[in-house]
């Protein structure tokens, strides 16, 4: 990726240029001192003056009024606000004229910024205060105060707090008078612009010590540069939030998030004091000390899956290369490229107003619809299906280009998701919510409506990102979530038979994720260790197997924040915090074994487990034998890593008499107890459910049975005082000391009432299974 920029020969202001605003993508204002604001149209690359300003108005910084909120479209995007040196700010139209002019600041207004939706107006000044205005530039607030010039200011992207600058500190202030502030010295030089990004939620800021940094919004420092020649005078997020751009005496520096540097173009600029991107993130423009407006195109993006390679050549042209074969196709587009994606074997792009989803055997011929509206911000894709987010809404498409739904909640803003906040999959879609982010979505792709009773899964603490794995029946469906802390979490999605999402802790300091594209495999990077969760549903099925289905590596070469591009195969690519790409193979072995379990074909599973002799897969068998009521195969596995107190029970389930006491004693074997008892009650073996009780010292639950049902007391009491008698302990529960007045306790009694209930199982088990065969016989 790299920017391809362009300047006049000649400027078109006199003196330098302060700052610089898209109203569309293809236009833009500038201010300079010369008093003269420009409108430049790149359609037709003409220049021409919008209004000469008075003598006295030197203007600072300028932004246009927010298009959209929430969605809805305004009429008012006519307008901006221009902040100058006279300690005013000016609210100016299209047209030039100024509509109202407010007195706000002793000494000059250096920053003017609106907030997402438009509601509000934020002005810092040379006095050290900060204030807040209303839509008509009416004072709402002073919200801050200090004894040097606030230079910079950004809204946070919930709009309830702000960020600005200090000297060398910055602050984050919420807008509620008796919230805590955070404060941190963040550069050795006066701080001179920060950005917040309302996607992913860093903040960046740039300084005289001649460095830009990437924080995250707790102010920990994500990254650091190296030291410029000359101070970094303006700095600005691409509105998806994947990229910034960074401008300084002659230099225009391309990012990604993390904050390496991608391109640096060197340009006869002077100072850039002001960078702006335009909304579809295809191209930025610089405000240039020498009186230029520099403009610079994002090119050359680079897209890879498996042998194919996409490059962005032109604004509106690829190159498709097949590494295999040496093949090149070259992609040609009406309009410019705003987004593309490439994945399972199509690859998609949209542009300003079209969608273009191409199959990878054939380049020749892609199927091409309209956009709705709005520039598209992200797309994700499935094997059956992609997504794609604009500001309008949330629209899922089939690769034949057929809308299958748009999913909507109460107060979705879908300008601000991102790969990490939206997951899909063949038949599930999962959003992040932003108003509470402990919130998770969950919809049916199919129809867009909200999966079972309309419940979101709640977790407990803040979710930073999820992910859904992709294959499997959609019952199966899981959702990996990474939360505050960088705890990972696995839930199941369309939980059937528990009205509670229960959410089971599988990693610690988990930095990033990814499902494989083709098999349920989940890999990672926690605390210094490369992972694989060979098997992570094992975790519903017995998690003492958890620890033994997984592959650990040394990752400490991953640098400190590594994020996983993609797991195609048996191939993990992650990105390294330097930018450069790590590749690690993963063994085929899990992923055969899984597709074994799918089609039942346990003979070959074991012939595969004996041949690799690897520990964790055969601990991965023994789950998803066990997932699967396959038990001489579990049996078998759990041998195999020496787990003989399991292949004991294994044998004793084999040996139940009825198919529902097994099925009670397998869910007792997940761990799942309530369950274990409710399918007893059902099935009417009251004793069984009591003696499953017993056997676990539930002691008042097992009581609770016998005295509802009226039946088997004795044996309770009778099992409660041998429990007593061998430990050498008095009886103190008030139930079993009021009980055992009444009740008289004879073991001989006890054991052939037991002796009975089982014959009475027996015979039933019995019958049923010759009414089966006489039934499948008719």
Not at 71 to 78: P, S, T, V
Not at 176 to 197: E, F, M, R, T, Y
């Amino acid at each position: 990726m790299r920017l391809k920029t362009s300047l006049l020969k000649e400027p078109k202001h006199r003196e330098l240029v302060s700052c610089v605003g898209w109203t569309t993508a293809d236009e833009l204002y500038s201010c300079s001192e010369d008093h003269q604001i420009l409108r430049w149209n790149l359609l037709n690359n003409e220049t021409n003056v919008v209004v000469n300003m008075q003598e006295d108005i030197y203007p600072i910084d300028l932004h246009w009024f927010p298009k959209s909120s929430g969605g809805k479209k305004q009429a008012l995007a006519e307008i901006f606000v221009l902040t100058s040196t006279d300690g005013k700010f000016h609210l100016v139209s299209k047209t030039g004229r100024i509509e109202k002019s407010v007195e706000a600041h002793r000494g000059a207004v250096l920053a003017g910024r609106w907030n997402y939706d438009g509601t509000a107006l934020i002005t810092a000044g040379e006095d050290g205060q900060i204030k807040i205005w209303s839509k008509s530039g009416m004072l709402r607030s002073t919200l801050a105060q200090q004894g040097s010039p606030v230079y910079s200011v950004a809204w946070a992207p919930d709009c309830d707090r702000i960020l600005y600058t200090s000297g060398k500190q910055l602050i984050v202030k919420p807008l509620q008078p008796s919230s805590k502030v955070q404060q941190w010295k963040a550069h050795d030089g006066i701080i001179l612009k920060v950005d917040w990004n309302s996607v992913n939620d860093l903040i960046l800021s740039g300084a005289e010590d001649c460095r830009y940094k990437v924080w995250d919004c707790y102010g920990r420092l994500l990254y650091v540069s190296s030291p410029h020649d000359y101070p970094i005078t303006s700095v600005a997020w691409a509105p998806d939030g994947e990229v910034f751009a960074v401008g300084s005496f002659n230099t225009l520096r391309l990012c990604d998030k993390t904050g390496w540097s991608y391109a640096l173009e060197k340009p006869n600029t002077g100072s850039v004091f002001g960078v702006a991107w335009s909304a579809d993130g295809t191209q930025l423009a610089g405000a240039c000390g020498n009186g230029h407006v520099i403009f610079a195109h994002v090119v050359e993006q680079r897209w890879e899956w498996k042998s194919f390679q996409i490059t962005l050549t032109k604004r509106r042209a690829m190159q498709v290369r097949n590494v295999l074969n040496d093949a090149v196709d070259m992609l040609e587009f009406r309009d410019r490229v705003v987004k593309a994606s490439l994945a399972n074997g199509h690859l998609v792009v949209t542009t300003s107003l079209q969608c273009y989803v191409y199959s990878t055997k054939n380049w020749n011929t892609p199927l091409i619809f309209d956009l709705k509206e709005g520039t598209v911000s992200l797309i994700v894709q499935t094997e059956r299906h992609f997504l794609l987010v604009d500001g309008g809404g949330i629209y899922v498409y089939s690769y034949e280009g057929r809308l299958v739904s748009s999913p909507k909640f109460q107060g979705m803003r879908t300008d601000i998701l991102n790969a990490q906040s939206v997951s899909i999959s063949n038949d599930t879609i999962a959003i992040r919510d932003k108003t509470d982010e402990k919130v998770v979505y969950l919809f049916d792709a199919q129809t867009g409506k909200p999966l079972g009773d309309g419940k979101p899964l709640t977790h407990k603490m803040e979710v930073m990102e999820i992910a859904l794995d992709q294959c499997g029946p959609a019952s199966d469906r899981k959702i990996a979530l990474i939360d505050k802390n960088r705890d990972l979490y696995l839930s199941s999605v369309r939980h059937l038979s528990r009205s509670e999402h229960s959410i089971i802790k599988i990693g610690t300091m988990v930095k990033t994720i990814a499902w494989n594209d083709s098999v349920n495999i989940l890999s990672g990077v926690q605390d210094e260790q490369f992972t694989v969760w060979y098997y992570p549903g094992a975790v519903f099925v017995d998690k003492d197997l958890l620890p033994k289905t997984l592959l650990m590596k040394d990752a400490s070469e991953l640098s400190s924040t590594p994020h996983i591009l993609s797991y195609v195969g048996t191939q993990v690519t992650v990105r390294r915090v330097d930018g450069s790409l790590v590749y690690n193979a993963v063994s085929p072995y899990p992923a055969i074994l899984h597709e074994y379990a799918s089609t039942a074909r346990w003979e070959d599973a074991l012939r595969l487990c004996r041949f690799a002799k690897d520990q964790a897969l055969w601990a991965c068998l023994a789950g998803m034998a066990v997932a699967n009521r396959e038990l001489t195969t579990a049996e078998v596995a759990y041998a195999a890593i020496g787990e003989v107190d399991k292949v004991q029970y294994i044998n004793f389930i084999k040996e139940l008499p009825s198919k529902e006491s097994s099925l009670a004693h397998m869910l007792l074997f997940s761990g799942h107890l309530q369950e274990a008892e409710a399918t007893l009650m059902q099935a009417g073996l009251t004793y069984q459910a009591i003696q499953v009780h017993i056997n676990l010292y539930n002691w008042d639950r097992a009581l609770e049975l016998a005295v509802k049902h009226k039946t088997h007391v004795d044996t309770v009491l009778a099992h409660r005082q041998k429990f007593l008698q061998d430990f050498g302990k008095k009886e103190t529960n008030k139930r079993f000391l009021q009980y055992s007045e009444g009740v008289e306790v004879d073991w001989e009694k006890i054991q052939a009432k037991i002796e009975m209930e089982l014959a009475k199982e027996r015979e039933r088990a019995a019958t049923t299974s010759v009414r089966s065969s006489v039934a499948a016989r008719r």
